[in-house]
């Protein structure tokens, strides 16, 4: 409380400015891909495929926005069927996350 209502000066606020690291897009990909989940998407035409992320999916196929939010809360959406294959967040590399669960189409 003792410097509330000082002005800091440019010289203190350009030092504020450098402290922190920032996340390297590397590390945004990581994160965003272990905050994925796994599901299995069978199309209208019958082919199944696995799927990490509903959300990108949905957008590389142009089927709208409510699409996710319909196929997560009842499991079927425009004519594609989804099933929840794991419980927990996880990649497509990270096997810890996976152990004991037999994953085949």
Known sequence: MANKGKKLTEEH???????GRKQPQRQKDLVADANSMKWIVETPEGKK???????????KHNLGN?????????GHSLGYRVQRVSQTKSTATSGYRTRGKNLTL
């Not at 606020?13 to 402290?19: D, F, L, P, R, T």
């Not at 495929?49 to 957008?59: D, W």
């Not at 409510?66 to 009842?74: L, P, T």
């Open 66 to 74: 409510a699409w996710q939010g319909n196929c997560v809360k009842h």
């Open 13 to 19: 606020k350009a030092k504020i400015v450098g402290w």
């Open 49 to 59: 495929e696995r799927v990490y992320n509903l959300c990108e999916y949905g957008r």
